[in-house]
C-alpha cells in the first residue's frame, strides 16, 4: 500500500545522513592521520610479536604509515636477518570510518542511543581496525625475499594467514559499518527492553 507519510520519513532520514555525513567527512581527512598512525603502530607491534619479528621504526608519511621490522629468517645457509619495509596507506581500512560515523549519528538522533551503547560500537570500529592492520602485517611479514650469497629465497604466507587476511580486507572492512550499526541497534533494543522489564516490576 502507498504510505507518502512512511516514504517522506525515509527522504527525511536520507537528507539528514547527507547533512551529516559532509562535515564528519571533512572533520576526519584533517584528523585521520592522528588516529591512523597509534592504529597502525598498535598493530605492527602485535603482528612483530607474534612472528618473533622486532618493529625497527613507525611513523606517518603523506598518506599512511610506514612500518619496518627485522626478522631472523632460518635457512639451510645459517640465520640471516631480513628486514622489510611495509606502507599501509590510510584509506586502504579506514575510508568506512565517515559513513559509519554518519550512521551512528543519525541512528542516535532517530533512537536517542545511550552514551555506553555509542561507546561499544565506536570500540568494534577500533577492533575491526586493529584486526585488519594485524592481519596485514602477518601477511606480508610471512613473504619475504632475501639474497644470500648471490641466491634469492622466498616465503609464502601460512594457510590461516592468507584466510585471516582474505577475511579482514575482502568482508570485515567493507561490511563494518553495517554490522557496527547491527550491533548498535541490538544493544538499544536490549536496553530499551531492560528498561520496560524494570519498570514493569515496580509497577
Not at 631472523?72 to 619495509?85: F, K, N
Not at 599501509?88 to 532517530?110: H, K
Amino acid at each position: 500500500m502507498y504510505r507518502p507519510g512512511k516514504i517522506a520519513s525515509i527522504l527525511r532520514t536520507l537528507l539528514v545522513f547527507c547533512i551529516v555525513y559532509l562535515p564528519v567527512l571533512a572533520g576526519w581527512i584533517a584528523f585521520k592521520q592522528y588516529y591512523a598512525l597509534p592504529i597502525v603502530c598498535t598493530g605492527a607491534e602485535a603482528a612483530a610479536l607474534s612472528l618473533d619479528a622486532r618493529v625497527d621504526s613507525c611513523h606517518y608519511e603523506k598518506s599512511g604509515v610506514n612500518a619496518t621490522f627485522t626478522r631472523q629468517i632460518v635457512t639451510s645457509l645459517g640465520i640471516y636477518p631480513a628486514h622489510t619495509g611495509i606502507m599501509l596507506r590510510d584509506n586502504e581500512y579506514t575510508f568506512n570510518v565517515p559513513i559509519t560515523l554518519a550512521m551512528l549519528i543519525v541512528t542516535s538522533l532517530l533512537l536517542r542511543i545511550s552514551f555506553r551503547a555509542w561507546s561499544k560500537a565506536l570500540a568494534a570500529l577500533i577492533m575491526g581496525h586493529l584486526l585488519y592492520v594485524y592481519s596485514c602485517f602477518l601477511y606480508h611479514l610471512q613473504i619475504f625475499r632475501i639474497n644470500i650469497e648471490g641466491r634469492e629465497l622466498a616465503s609464502e604466507p601460512s594457510l590461516p594467514v592468507q584466510l585471516f587476511w582474505d577475511f579482514c580486507r575482502s568482508m570485515l572492512i567493507r561490511f563494518e559499518p553495517f554490522l557496527i550499526l547491527a550491533v548498535l541497534i541490538l544493544i538499544h533494543m536490549a536496553g530499551a527492553e531492560r528498561k520496560r522489564q524494570s519498570q514493569d516490576y515496580q509497577a
